[in-house]
T-cell receptor
Framework: SQTIHQWPATLVQPVGSPLSLECTVE??????LYWYRQAAGRGLQLLFY??????ISSEVPQNLSASRPQDRQFILSSKKLLLSDSGFYLC???????????FGQGTRLTVV | DAKTTQPTSMDCAEGRAANLPCNHS???????VYWYRQIHSQGPQYIIH???NNETNEMASLIITEDRKSSTLILPHATLRDTAVYYC????????????FGQGTELSVKP
């Protein structure tokens, strides 16, 4: 069966520090991968999606970047965090032929 | 992908059917209607999807109007655990790519 792992569950980081959130998927190959952010309650904002290794599409200009160094690994990074980067970050995957998407449990990031 | 419009919030009595509407008047012929829900502080969970026929699974039923410009998600016997934000999304299938969420409907099931 397929599983998605996302860590850490919570993170408190000072302004100006770097960020690296990792997401891995097991039990499938060549998945579509997604990073979302949810700030202040509901409303999931799509940040990045990837349809293959090294292929990253960015949805909104921001202080973040994403990379996909391996087929089932998706990394969200920042060189210098801002207060506005605080939020609930969710990784998700779907089959290439795109039926439903499966979400990780999320990382709650607080920038202080 | 087409945009969707949902009410901000709804209440439902426990044990009654919850009917959540969604308008997607600009939907195109090859776009599917998907429903997800998000319980507080968890990742969204897929519920159901359809193209033009009504669909039913163990969680819910999806009713799509004949002109496909709107749909309704039905939870036949709502429980307290169904309290969540429900998202209606339309997207093209079989192409991969992005999955865009709107603001959703916050459903409160009350005893």
């Amino acid at each position: 069966s397929q599983t998605i792992h996302q860590w850490p569950a919570t993170l408190v980081q000072p302004v100006g520090s770097p960020l690296s959130l990792e997401c891995t998927v097991e039990g499938t190959s060549n998945p579509n991968l997604y990073w979302y952010r949810q700030a202040a309650g509901r409303g999931l904002q799509l940040l990045f999606y990837s349809v293959g290794i090294g292929q990253i599409s960015s949805e909104v200009p921001q202080n973040l970047s994403a990379s996909r160094p391996q087929d089932r690994q998706f990394i969200l990074s920042s060189k210098k965090l801002l207060l506005s980067d605080s939020g609930f970050y969710l990784c998700a995957w779907s089959y290439t032929q795109a039926t439903e998407a499966f979400f990780g449990q999320g990382t709650r990031l607080t920038v202080v | 992908d087409a945009k969707t419009t949902q009410p901000t919030s709804m209440d439902c009595a426990e044990g009654r059917a919850a009917n959540l509407p969604c308008n997607h008047s600009t939907i195109s012929g090859n776009e599917y209607v998907y429903w997800y829900r998000q319980i507080h502080s968890q990742g969204p969970q897929y519920i159901i999807h359809g193209l033009k026929n009504n669909e039913t699974n163990e969680m819910a039923s999806l009713i799509i109007t004949e002109d496909r410009k709107s749909s309704t998600l039905i939870l036949p016997h709502a429980t307290l655990r169904d309290t969540a934000v429900y998202y209606c999304i339309v997207r093209v299938d079989n192409q991969g790519g992005k999955l865009i969420f709107g603001q959703g409907t916050e459903l409160s099931v009350k005893p």
